[in-house]
């Protein structure tokens, strides 16, 4: 161990350093400074965000005892982790649904959520996978239980903490096998073990089917991919709509991020041109692949039936995370690529319609349909930014959605191979049938007539970010160059 | 020899507590049953040396997470079941899962993997502590920042409030 | 006491949590299944970091992680419980049913 490896750990620290200023601000002052917490807490994610992209490694390393990779994946994911909470915070401002009294807390809570986050990507070794992911667990629960006067909102978190905490003791026992087969928990030990296990007799194979389909299981539900995907519409509608447009992003990337570091440097072997195999003889890309069209499936099903509005943003990402899947099983540099751009694109994008929806619930009074009738003409410019991200979550052009999608098909396409063509099929026809419900949303904007003509405002800042998220969901699907670059870059982690 | 009837007398007890646990209809007696595994748990923890585990599960675990299960058992007694999900599985499929699995593990257990004595004589809390602040000291720190903010995170959900808002658009301003 | 049997108690008591997650509605009785799969998962942990199947003496790694497990499932119980309480406070004790608000 080397005491300067915490100097490389600099953008996690920062984030539990600006935690404790947060906690300790608010217990120092009687009263309730809202702004000088987020202030704090914006500063945090910023100087977080600079810190992680200036670490920029030269040569993939591992820090302090080989717990956490520094390589160019992680650090990709690093300022994606900021980003996404910066916008959180900021849309958490002017949210009538945290009170004053817990915003100290809030903030805290996020801060300690996006260092999770980070740690969850870099992790390399499976007990800082494990207990990073159940970092990152513990505060999404405490957060989604966090608005005492929503109804649901309490429920939601039980319902999250027990499915999460079934998910965790199922990997767990999952490692513990693993562990007990390879001899090693850290990522580059069980490399080493792992040419050992592609001879094993019929026994250890069987451990090591049930290790991997355990383990595989806790990133399934981090992903909430099928069949561990119960929890996320029930999850996101009862917490605060801030942390519900996080949840549905940042964690869900955290966890690809973690599925690929561990799958692609672990389970597989690197073969020429950029592509890997699995390492020994368990089929997991098929399992994974049959997953990924089961849970856009069966996400873009449920949605179709959906009324409230948060409730099919959350079947709509469960759909999402099935096409980052296919990123995932492509088992390709071009794959991971394609997965990094569209958690980017997907940010954006799901975030802005998180906004927008936000925006419209406090102005309106709601988070229904019906609530969206005629908004073309009361909120003319909010209208427009909600069919942006509709049509870009759809992956239609000109729009950041269709080069994300086209990027994720094209590597899934060029693997070739018969399978590989039926997921590109099941993601494009799935992508059909996503146009359904968004389009229905588009439709109660512009052809519908209002439920009333009262003028509606909503407030300035939350119309800033949405025009900016608006903006940048049309300049990515128009000029895509510099983020292809910067995932390319990313992918060569391995 | 002794050693060996010692083990089979805390096993058959660690599953059999275990089993009540499982299939009691009754949540309170789930729930001290389930204080008996945990303790049958830390006896064979220290039988395979492991002596610090053996301390840390009677503490906190006995110690600590039984008591806040108790406490829930004893408050969501009163409010008859706090229930997650609608779709939980009847016992029938519930048990061929569950014995789907089993079987599978034991038959990579006892075929697959070396019989060797799981009893080390090593000291090993020397090296846990050495580990704690050498090899391990990045989980180490998380996993206090982990405590910290659960602390948080259950004070904030639990503490009493004196002004509520409502849910999203629901009538205010 | 051969790693086998020890190994067989931890399988048992996994599959009997996993039976209680499966048919189990209740959140308190999951989260007793819940434990119980953690006590297998350390057992097998302290087992086989004993056993040391590499060939170079017992190692620490499996005892440490158990360590870790021990204090992130307090750390959950804890949070669970806070949950658990505010609903408890929210319904009291009449309104019982309405826990069904979420289900579709």
């Known amino acids: 161990?080397?005491?300067?490896?915490?100097?490389?750990?600099?953008?996690?620290?920062?984030?539990?350093?600006?935690?404790?200023?947060?906690?300790?601000?608010?217990?120092?002052?009687?009263?309730?400074?809202?702004?000088?917490?987020?202030?704090?807490?914006?500063?945090?994610?910023?100087?977080?965000?600079?810190?992680?992209?200036?670490?920029?490694?030269?040569?993939?390393?591992?820090?302090?005892?080989?717990?956490?990779?520094?390589?160019?994946?992680?650090?990709?994911?690093?300022?994606?982790?900021?980003?996404?909470?910066?916008?959180?915070?900021?849309?958490?401002?002017?949210?009538?649904?945290?009170?004053?009294?817990?915003?100290?807390?809030?903030?805290?809570?996020?801060?300690?959520?996006?260092?999770?986050?980070?740690?969850?990507?870099?992790?390399?070794?499976?007990?800082?996978?494990?207990?990073?992911?159940?970092?990152?667990?513990?505060?999404?629960?405490?957060?989604?239980?966090?608005?005492?006067?929503?109804?649901?909102?309490?429920?939601?978190?039980?319902?999250?903490?027990?499915?999460?905490?079934?998910?965790?003791?199922?990997?767990?026992?999952?490692?513990?096998?693993?562990?007990?087969?390879?001899?090693?928990?850290?990522?580059?030990?069980?490399?080493?073990?792992?040419?050992?296990?592609?001879?094993?007799?019929?026994?250890?194979?069987?451990?090591?089917?049930?290790?991997?389909?355990?383990i595989t299981g806790g990133f399934a539900y981090k992903i909430a991919a099928v069949p561990f995907h119960a929890w996320c519409p029930d999850a996101y509608e009862g917490a605060p709509t801030p942390f519900a447009a996080l949840m549905s992003v940042a964690p869900k990337a955290a966890g690809f991020a973690a599925l690929t570091r561990f799958l692609y440097t672990v389970l597989?072997?690197?073969?020429?041109?950029?592509?890997?195999?699995?390492?020994?003889?368990?089929?997991?890309?098929?399992?994974?692949?049959?997953?990924?069209?089961?849970?856009?499936?069966?996400?873009?099903?449920?949605?179709?039936?959906?009324?409230?509005?948060?409730?099919?943003?959350?079947?709509?990402?469960?759909?999402?995370?099935?096409?980052?899947?296919?990123?995932?099983?492509?088992?390709?540099?071009?794959?991971?690529?394609?997965?990094?751009?569209?958690?980017?694109?997907?940010?954006?994008?799901?975030?802005?319609?998180?906004?927008?929806?936000?925006?419209?619930?406090?102005?309106?009074?709601?988070?229904?349909?019906?609530?969206?009738?005629?908004?073309?003409?009361?909120?003319?410019?909010?209208?427009?930014?909600?069919?942006?991200?509709?049509?870009?979550?759809?992956?239609?052009?000109?729009?950041?959605?269709?080069?994300?999608?086209?990027?994720?098909?094209?590597?899934?396409?060029?693997?070739?191979?018969?399978?590989?063509?039926?997921?590109?099929?099941?993601?494009?026809?799935?992508?059909?049938?996503?146009?359904?419900?968004?389009?229905?949303?588009?439709?109660?904007?512009?052809?519908?007539?209002?439920?009333?003509?009262?003028?509606?405002?909503?407030?300035?800042?939350?119309?800033?970010?949405?025009?900016?998220?608006?903006?940048?969901?049309?300049?990515?699907?128009?000029?895509?160059?510099?983020?292809?670059?910067?995932?390319?870059?990313?992918?060569?982690?391995? | 020899m002794a050693e060996a009837v010692v083990f089979y007398i805390i096993a058959a007890f660690t599953i059999g507590t275990a089993c009540v646990t499982a299939f009691s209809g009754n949540i309170i007696r789930s729930a001290f049953s389930l204080l008996g595994t945990l303790v049958g748990v830390a006896a064979m923890f220290g039988m395979m040396g492991a002596d610090f585990l053996a301390v840390i599960q009677v503490m906190i675990y006995v110690g600590g997470v039984m008591v806040l299960i108790l406490f829930a058992v004893m408050l969501t007694h009163r409010i008859k079941d706090v229930n997650v999900s609608n779709r939980s599985l009847p016992a029938f499929p519930g048990a061929a899962v569950a014995v789907l699995v089993l079987g599978v593990l034991l038959y990579g257990i006892w075929y697959g993997l070396p019989g060797d004595t799981a009893r080390v004589e090593a000291k090993m809390t020397p090296l846990i502590g050495k580990a704690l602040v050498g090899s391990h000291v990045l989980p180490f720190l998380a996993s206090g920042l982990v405590l910290l903010i659960a602390l948080i995170g259950s004070v904030v959900i639990a503490r009493r409030e004196e002004t509520f808002v409502c849910g999203p658009g629901e009538a205010k301003r | 006491m051969s790693a086998q049997a020890v190994l067989t108690v931890a399988a048992v008591l996994f599959s009997l949590g996993l039976y209680c997650v499966i048919t189990r509605r209740n959140a308190v009785s999951i989260l007793m299944g819940v434990e119980l799969m953690l006590n297998a998962a350390n057992i097998n942990l302290v087992a086989f970091s004993n056993l040391s199947l590499g060939g170079q003496g017992p190692k620490v790694e499996g005892h440490m992680f158990v360590v870790f497990v021990v204090l992130l499932a307090a750390a959950e119980a804890a949070v669970a419980l806070a949950i658990i309480l505010s609903i408890f406070r929210r319904m009291g004790t009449v309104e019982a049913d309405r826990m069904t608000s979420l289900k579709e």
């Open chain 1, 268 to 494: 597989s072997n690197a073969h020429s041109g950029g592509n890997f195999e699995p390492a020994f003889d368990v089929p997991w890309p098929a399992i994974l692949g049959i997953v990924a069209v089961l849970t856009m499936t069966l996400g873009n099903l449920s949605a179709i039936t959906q009324s409230n509005l948060k409730r099919m943003l959350a079947y709509s990402s469960i759909a999402h995370a099935g096409y980052m899947l296919m990123g995932v099983v492509a088992l390709s540099r071009e794959g991971a690529s394609a997965l990094c751009a569209y958690v980017v694109i997907y940010l954006i994008m799901n975030m802005g319609a998180f906004l927008a929806v936000l925006a419209v619930s406090e102005a309106a009074g709601g988070e229904e349909i019906s609530h969206w009738r005629g908004m073309g003409e009361r909120l003319p410019l909010v209208g427009v930014a909600m069919t942006v991200f509709l049509f870009s979550l759809t992956g239609l052009p000109p729009f950041a959605g269709f080069v994300g999608k086209f990027y994720l098909f094209a590597a899934v396409v060029s693997r070739g191979g018969f399978w590989y063509w039926v997921l590109a099929v099941a993601g494009i026809l799935n992508s059909v049938v996503s146009l359904y419900y968004y389009a229905r949303i588009v439709r109660a904007i512009y052809l519908e007539e209002p439920a009333s003509n009262e003028p509606l405002t909503i407030h300035s800042s939350q119309r800033v970010l949405l025009y900016a998220l608006a903006a940048a969901t049309i300049l990515l699907g128009i000029y895509w160059t510099p983020l292809s670059e910067l995932v390319a870059r990313a992918a060569s982690f391995v």
């Open chain 1, 1 to 214: 161990m080397v005491p300067s490896d915490f100097g490389k750990l600099m953008p996690e620290l920062v984030l539990v350093v600006a935690a404790a200023l947060i906690i300790v601000a608010d217990v120092a002052s009687a009263r309730r400074r809202t702004g000088l917490y987020s202030s704090i807490a914006v500063a945090g994610l910023l100087l977080s965000a600079w810190l992680s992209v200036r670490l920029g490694p030269d040569r993939p390393q591992l820090l302090l005892g080989n717990m956490a990779a520094l390589d160019a994946f992680s650090v990709f994911f690093m300022p994606v982790f900021a980003g996404a909470s910066l916008l959180a915070v900021l849309f958490s401002l002017k949210s009538s649904e945290l009170t004053k009294e817990r915003h100290a807390e809030y903030l805290a809570l996020v801060m300690v959520f996006t260092a999770g986050m980070m740690f969850v990507a870099a992790a390399s070794s499976l007990v800082m996978l494990y207990l990073s992911m159940e970092m990152i667990g513990i505060c999404a629960y405490a957060l989604t239980a966090f608005n005492p006067g929503h109804p649901r909102s309490s429920e939601a978190g039980l319902k999250y903490a027990i499915f999460g905490a079934v998910a965790s003791g199922i990997m767990l026992f999952g490692i513990s096998i693993f562990y007990g087969l390879t001899g090693a928990l850290d990522y580059p030990e069980i490399r080493r073990a792992i040419p050992s296990l592609a001879t094993a007799n019929g026994p250890q194979a069987a451990l090591l089917v049930v290790a991997v389909v355990f």
